[in-house]
């Protein structure tokens, strides 16, 4: 009864939600504008900007592009800031059946999916990690159990204005820490790559003996 007289609104339109859709019209998703990364993990935009400082990187897949006049941009903003991260799961869950249909990604291999952990001191902020809420949706899509405890990070980000991609990594070196064994391939989730940087510190902790791929649900325009 409450639903026919309050229906749930899209988080991003507010136009009234069916009973099938949470969170996000289909109207928005179909909006996003798609990378087709998917398509050829190891030739897009996402893998050139990871790959020379990861020798175990398999393949990048960036969901949809983050610039100016993306929705993305305002989706991120709203999981980031203003405790909606079930929109970020639902473009994850809708970039996972993309993957699924059209991609080139060897899921059969992939042993479990992992987000991108975030400090204590953002977590308790936040309140939650808004890249596992990118990995629910992943692995609820792709049917890839979601790894949870793995993976630590101990320190904020220190201020990175003017540094340069290099310096930005160096910078991050000894923030993250892999606390327990990993399978030998996994999924690296994230919510949006930029320079790299953090991701590519991230990497660096993880065995040498793990193939990684990497899944972010967007990517910014080409950044020094």
């Given at each position: ?5 309050y229906p ?6 507010e136009?009234?939600?069916?009973k099938t ?13 798609q ?12 893998y050139?900007r990871l ?7 398999k ?13 993305l941009?305002?989706?991120v ?5 203003q ?11 809708f ?23 975030i400090s204590?001191?953002?977590?308790r902020q ?12 992943l692995s609820?899509?792709l049917?890839?159990p ?5 993976w630590k990070?101990?320190?904020?980000t220190?201020?990175q204005?003017?540094k ?5 990594w160096?910078s ?6 892999c606390?327990?064994k990993?399978?030998?391939?996994v999924i690296?989730?994230?919510d ?7 991701l ?12 990684v791929?990497?899944?972010?649900v967007g ?6």
């Amino acid at each position: 009864m409450w639903d026919w007289l309050y229906p749930p609104l899209c988080g991003v339109c507010e136009a009234p939600l069916h009973k099938t859709e949470r969170g996000v019209c289909i109207g928005c998703l179909l909006r996003l504008p798609q990378t087709f990364f998917w398509r050829n993990p190891k030739n897009n935009e996402g893998y050139y900007r990871l790959a020379a400082l990861n020798p175990n990187l398999k393949g990048v897949v960036c969901g949809f592009w983050y610039t100016s006049g993306s929705p993305l941009r305002k989706w991120v903003q709203l999981a980031k800031y203003q405790g909606q991260p079930i929109l970020l799961k639902v473009a994850a869950t809708f970039l996972g059946q993309l993957i699924l249909h059209e991609g080139q990604v060897p899921l059969q291999e992939v042993r479990g999916i992992l987000p991108m952990p975030i400090s204590p001191e953002r977590l308790r902020q936040r309140g939650y990690n808004q890249a596992e809420w990118v990995a629910r949706g992943l692995s609820e899509a792709l049917k890839i159990p979601l790894l949870k405890g793995y993976w630590k990070r101990i320190h904020s980000t220190a201020s990175q204005i003017g540094k340069v991609r290099t310096e930005r990594w160096i910078s991050l070196q000894g923030d993250f820490i892999c606390e327990k064994k990993l399978p030998e391939s996994v999924i690296v989730v994230d919510d949006v790559l930029t320079t790299g940087a953090t991701l590519t510190a991230a990497l660096h902790s993880l065995p040498s003996s793990t193939d990684v791929w990497i899944i972010t649900v967007g990517i910014t325009q080409r950044r020094s």
